[in-house]
């Protein structure tokens, strides 16, 4: 009886929990509801970059070549650069 007992008061007690957190979701449901939406602005666009330059190039190269050659844990003189695009 007494394992009975305890096996539906946790039951209950989950169930209970349950209905309060779906009662406070449509609680929280109608009190956002009551204020407008507001709306956002659309971002200015950036001006298109030509693909084909590249403003930082020898940077970008460096960079690249630094992680690439602490990732397989050489030296940076060790990497050639065949080519680098832009994708």
């Known amino acids: 009886m007494s394992n009975a007992f305890v096996c539906i008061l946790g039951i209950g ?4 929990g349950l209905i ?3 009662i406070l979701c449509k609680l929280m449901s109608l009190v956002c509801g009551l204020f407008p939406e507001k709306k956002q602005e659309a ?4 001006p298109a970059a030509n693909s084909t330059a590249i403003a930082n190039k020898q940077e970008i190269v460096a ?5 690439i050659a602490e990732d397989i844990g050489t030296d940076v003189k ?5 080519s680098f695009k832009k994708a």
């Open 20 to 22: 309060c957190i779906i």
């Open 78 to 82: 060790n990497i050639r650069v065949v």
């Open 43 to 46: 971002a200015p666009k950036a």
């Open 13 to 16: 007690t989950v169930f209970a």
């Open 63 to 67: 960079a690249v070549c630094a992680a």
